[in-house]
């Protein structure tokens, strides 16, 4: 198993005053779960494959998906790479990106389709011999 990711402290300090702050209940530490994104992302690990050390995968899941929408992760990528100390590994990749079942082939399915190149006749065509 890969080594766990965790923030040091000089860029978590650069990142908290990023972070939404919330009245209510109080949440799951922050720091725990932003590490816990960035590795999922680092190592190309499923929601569902991330370590307990990172706290519940839901709340993990929840968390990026909720930053995702208000735009927080540019901040914090500039932030990271602002401070003194930036990650090695902050990077998000998309080559997993399922396609629809459908995009791997043309309309029509697998039939036989006769060419309809120059010099083609249906008197040669193997299909009307008798």
């Given at each position: 198993?890969?080594?766990?990711?965790?923030?040091n402290?000089?860029?978590?300090a650069?990142?908290e005053?990023?972070?939404?702050?919330?009245?209510?209940k109080?949440?799951?530490?922050?720091?725990?779960?932003l590490?816990?994104?960035?590795?999922?992302?680092r190592?190309?690990?499923?929601w569902?494959?991330?370590?307990e050390?990172?706290?519940p995968?839901?709340?993990?899941?929840?968390?990026?998906?909720?930053?995702?929408?208000?735009?927080?992760?540019?901040?914090?990528f500039?932030?990271?790479?602002?401070?003194?100390?930036?990650?090695?590994?902050?990077?998000?990749?998309?080559?997993?990106?399922?396609?629809?079942?459908?995009?791997?082939?043309?309309?029509?399915?697998?039939?036989?389709?006769?060419?309809?190149?120059?010099?083609?006749?249906?008197?040669?065509?193997?299909?009307?011999?008798?």
């Amino acid at each position: 198993m890969a080594e766990l990711f965790w923030l040091n402290d000089t860029q978590w300090a650069a990142i908290e005053p990023l972070l939404p702050k919330l009245g209510g209940k109080p949440r799951v530490d922050d720091r725990r779960v932003l590490s816990g994104i960035l590795h999922r992302f680092r190592e190309g690990l499923r929601w569902r494959a991330l370590p307990e050390a990172y706290g519940p995968r839901t709340t993990v899941f929840n968390r990026f998906n909720r930053w995702s929408q208000r735009g927080l992760w540019q901040e914090i990528f500039a932030a990271l790479v602002a401070c003194a100390y930036p990650p090695r590994i902050a990077m998000v990749d998309s080559t997993s990106v399922r396609a629809h079942r459908a995009a791997a082939g043309g309309k029509g399915g697998r039939k036989a389709r006769l060419s309809a190149g120059r010099g083609w006749t249906d008197d040669q065509d193997p299909r009307r011999r008798g």
